[in-house]
């Protein structure tokens, strides 16, 4: 395997990790395990890696942020909607 | 904001964020809510990041990766080891 194509394997297992977590979540409801802070980094960092993708005109970048984007402002929300302490 | 200082604001956002997930588990040992598949496809993605930083000799890329992979690995250890459906 190339460098290019390790890494583009590295950015694809990256950008999907958080899905099967979206998935289990939206179906049990249950968020007593989960920490609201890796969902709430995670949206925060991706959004700037965003930001920082928009500023340098890197589109591989702005493109690989948008499915943790969208995965972890969900995570984010149902960990406060379907409540449990949060920490 | 420079566009560096965004994005190594992103990086150490997102190089932290599994963190008090890990803080969580290890005192609670409650792992039912959590999918394997988060960390086990983040410990994978991270760790060809590293083998992409290594073979195109990027230090802040392997550096940037080296606190999530440890992270991943010791979630995807506690899911395993305390058991749980695993999904």
């Known amino acids: 395997m190339t460098p290019t194509t390790i890494g583009m394997v590295a950015g694809a297992l ?11 979540t939206m179906k049990t409801r249950h968020v007593r395990d989960i920490s609201i802070w890796q969902p709430l980094l ?5 959004t700037l890696w965003m ?6 005109s890197d589109m591989p970048l ?15 929300y149902m960990k406060i909607r379907y409540g449990g302490d949060v920490c």
């Open 62 to 76: 702005i493109l690989a942020n948008i499915t943790p984007l969208i995965c972890n402002v969900v995570l984010t």
């Open 51 to 56: 930001i920082y993708g928009v500023l340098i």
């Open 14 to 24: 990256t950008s999907i990790a958080a899905i099967p977590q979206v998935i289990k």
């Open 42 to 46: 995670l949206a925060i960092g991706v």
